[in-house]
């Protein structure tokens, strides 16, 4: 879903483990290292985007995960100007993101990547808190400060 200033709405994750470690998972044939992220269809609602993206990129379920929190408001990015499809309709120049905190509750062996026929990661770790605003791409990195600042009170002692 596009909207009518041409922000792409979609969902952002932040998967913490028991060590208030975050997942971070390498894009299949790039360089890039992200959060699991994509965007809202149809008539989904955050949430349920959320949970499909959630299982779509990482294998992890409802049960496997609590929710802790969601932004307060959208987060935008705009695309480089190298990636906007100039002639697609209707155009999209960026995404506006809702992200969510979640915990892992279950063992991290029920992560699976290949879980759908299409991964789209094909690496991941578990990383100190502030290291993924170090390895996301450059036009990423401020909605991914503005969310980690969000949840950092409830992650961070």
């Known amino acids: 879903m596009i909207d009518h200033e041409g922000f792409r709405q979609g969902v952002g994750i932040m998967l913490i483990n028991d060590r208030r470690q975050l997942f ?4 299949i044939g790039r360089p890039g290292w992200q959060f699991p992220q994509g965007g809202i269809i149809d008539a989904e609602t955050p949430e349920q985007a959320m949970y499909r993206e959630l299982w779509e990129e990482t294998g992890l379920k409802s049960e496997n995960v609590r929710v802790l929190a969601a932004t307060r408001r959208w987060l935008r990015y705009r695309l480089p100007g190298r990636l906007v499809r100039q002639h697609a309709q209707p155009l ?3 995404q506006k993101q809702k992200w969510f905190l979640l915990q ?4 991290e062996e029920c992560i699976n990547l290949a879980a759908t026929d299409s991964p789209e990661f094909d690496a991941w770790e578990w ?3 502030w290291y993924p605003l170090s390895q996301v791409v450059s036009f990423k990195r401020r909605v ?3 969310a980690m600042q969000e949840f950092s009170r409830i992650v961070l002692p």
């Open 24 to 27: 971070l998972a390498k894009r």
């Open 127 to 129: 990383v100190p808190y």
């Open 144 to 146: 991914y400060r503005q």
């Open 92 to 94: 999209c120049i960026g």
């Open 104 to 107: 892992l509750v279950t063992p």
